[in-house]
């Protein structure tokens, strides 16, 4: 089966930089997608690394190590729209590669 | 465009009884899926569709059933509610099974009394 591991929040400070770190036991590894969510709010698909390295969009980026079973997404210039919940995603070839989700990290903004 | 669009967006159930849940998608995509998703946790797969005229069950499909309509709509129906299902209920759909960008409808809080 598969598991993922986040933590449970994270405070930052408007403006400045985030990492959100999420590591996975899998079975078989079929690449990692981010999801934002604002409470009340449905999820968002933010990224998805399919192979190792750096993926950017905008402030937004997200990276990817399989030798360590280890990514995380980057947030930038925090803004206090950012406040919201993050789930990691992997694909589990033991349920015909539907998404398996971690338990979300809820990062919390101040100005 | 509406995206996903799911009704109702809040129902109250007393134990035992039924009812469906609506979803319907504009966008052309062939899979869809039911997720709920309870406080602390992430997502969980109920049941999906990878295309029209095929249900497979995902990871906690025990008190639901589904229909795939049409291409368009796909359904979630709890035979004899219990509490244990009171959840936020979540449809979505993707382009095709393997596709990782999944779009969400805004979602149906449930509750069981």
């Known amino acids: 089966g598969q598991s993922l591991e986040q933590p449970s929040e994270v405070t930052a400070v408007e403006g400045a930089i985030v990492q959100i770190n999420c590591t996975y036991q899998t079975s078989g590894f079929y690449g990692l997608s981010w999801y934002q969510q604002h409470d009340g709010g449905a999820p968002t698909f933010l990224s998805y690394?399919?192979l190792d390295g750096l993926e950017e969009t905008g402030r937004f980026s997200s990276f990817l190590s399989r030798s360590d079973s280890y990514g995380y997404l980057l947030l930038q210039e925090l803004q206090m729209k950012d406040s919201a919940s993050y789930f990691c995603a992997v694909r589990d070839p033991g349920s015909n590669y539907q998404l398996i989700w971690g338990a979300g990290t809820k990062l919390i903004i101040k100005p | 465009n509406a995206g996903v669009t799911q009704t109702p967006k809040f129902q109250v159930l007393k134990t035992g009884q039924s009812m469906t849940l609506q979803c319907a998608q504009d966008m052309n995509h062939n899979s869809m899926y039911w997720y709920r998703q309870d406080p602390g946790m992430g997502l969980r797969l109920i049941y999906y569709s990878a295309s029209e005229g095929t249900t497979d069950k995902g990871e906690v499909p025990n008190g639901y059933n589904v229909s795939r309509l049409n291409k368009r709509e796909f359904s979630l129906r709890l035979e004899s509610a219990a509490p244990s299902q009171t959840s936020v209920y979540f449809c979505a759909s993707s382009i095709s099974e393997g596709n990782t960008e999944a779009f969400f409808g805004q979602g149906t809080r449930l509750t069981v009394v």
């Open positions: 690394n399919g």
